[in-house]
């Protein structure tokens, strides 16, 4: 590890990763660290099929298309009754390759975009974790970092990029983190095997299946080898208050989803619980002088449309493009480096607006396809993540009424 660098990446997951050989293919020299062993685990596993397109720039699509990922051609919807939704099928939209993407395990997904970095000149160390980052007045100047040997380095860097995940060390230590209170969420998971899966091409799908109270949806995500990584999410206060312990709450839950319980018939649990907070929030800053947040560092939004990682990736790779124009011409400034973040957040405004109308009981987004058919085309552009268009948002000039009235129809019942 040398004392000085151009750029310091930390963290090791799909932001990071992607700035991480951005800069280093570039020229700059490059350290990307990561606090845990590469390979780790993290949850995260189903990706949207815009990733085509980050993967493509970061040159790891030839490797993902040889890869023993579950392809993953379609999402589908089952209410709490079990009645399942024809399934969203990305080529009848869209009938290109990149319509189809991927299931991924992610510590073998992670692992890549690590080697990758390393490949084109990064210098890439895990087992090391981020002590501080330094600042002289509002400009980052650099990191401590503590090695696997427990030794401790000061190196300083023109560029710190931070992809700490949902620890977003700079966010915290500059207090720039903004929890949105509708969207406090708790995730509790585990791992089947033989869980039924559909025929042919459904077979991959991501499928979210509805509770019969609408209080909490699971997640149903086929990943290789037979296994399948199956989640409950519902608010936080709802799981945590008085209800035991996160096997007992998720069996529970089961119970009220008929439509996972027809798919775990003849399944076997493989592993035990797992649980994490999944609050969505975004940071009030996205860069500063020398510094600029990627990934969960910078927001995170609710999983129920896995848009997790593809944002990670695009993020990591429009920061990484900015650093590396900002360092050819000597500008390491808060406009040049967190430049890219309005447009970024414009686009992704749709995917929020769409998991708020998701969570809204009142209102049925089939039932609102049947009266506006013509907005199905948009809905699918949403669900793959194709959302930095003008346009892009264009579904919800007929949907925000209909939500509006049917959120005042249900008040009005109950009065």
Aim: charged share 25%; aromatic share 10%.
């Amino acid at each position: 590890m040398d004392k000085q660098y151009d750029v310091v990446v930390v963290g090791a997951g799909p932001a990071g990763g992607s700035a991480a050989t951005i800069v280093a293919e570039a020229g700059c020299k490059t350290l990307l660290i990561e606090r845990e062993a590469v390979p780790r685990y993290h949850i995260g596993e189903s990706l949207m099929p815009e990733v085509y397109w980050p993967l493509g720039r970061l040159g790891m699509l030839e490797r993902m298309k040889h890869s023993s990922y579950v392809v993953k051609s379609s999402v589908q919807f089952v209410t709490g009754n079990g009645k399942e939704s024809d399934p969203f099928f990305f080529r009848e939209h869209d009938d290109r390759e990149c319509s189809s993407t991927w299931q991924v395990e992610r510590s073998k997904f992670d692992q890549m975009l690590f080697e990758r970095a390393a490949e084109v000149g990064a210098e890439c160390l895990d087992r090391t974790r981020l002590l501080d980052v330094r600042f002289e007045g509002d400009r980052a100047t650099g990191v401590q970092v503590r090695d696997a040997d427990g030794n401790v380095h000061e190196i300083e860097a023109k560029v710190v990029i931070d992809a700490t995940g949902q620890q977003s060390f700079i966010a915290n230590k500059l207090k720039l983190k903004e929890v949105n209170p509708e969207l406090k969420k708790l995730a509790i998971w585990t791992y089947f095997e033989n869980a039924k899966r559909d025929p042919g091409e459904n077979e991959g799908a991501t499928i979210i299946l509805q509770t019969q109270h609408k209080n909490s949806w699971f997640w149903f995500i086929p990943l290789s080898n037979g296994r399948t990584s199956i989640g409950c999410v519902a608010d936080r206060d709802y799981l945590v208050r008085g209800r035991g312990k996160p096997e007992q709450v998720y069996q529970e839950e089961l119970a009220m989803c008929p439509g996972l319980q027809a798919r775990l018939k003849d399944a076997r649990q493989i592993e035990g619980y797992r649980t994490t907070k999944e609050f969505s929030y975004w940071t009030r800053r996205h860069a500063g002088d020398g510094w600029v947040l990627v990934g969960d560092a910078f927001g995170f939004i609710d999983p129920v449309y896995s848009s997790g990682v593809y944002f990670a990736l695009e993020m990591g790779i429009r920061a990484g493009e900015a650093v590396v124009e900002g360092l050819a011409k000597g500008d390491t400034s808060e406009a040049q480096l967190g430049g890219w973040a309005e447009s970024f957040k414009a686009g992704t405004l749709w995917l929020r607006k769409l998991v708020n109308v998701f969570y809204t009981k009142e209102f049925s987004i089939g039932h609102f396809l049947k009266e506006h058919p013509q907005h199905r085309s948009n809905l699918t552009d949403l669900l793959i993540g194709r959302i930095f268009y003008e346009g892009a948002g264009n579904i919800f000039e007929d949907l925000d009424p209909e939500l509006e009235k049917a959120v005042a129809e249900k008040k009005m019942q109950k009065t």
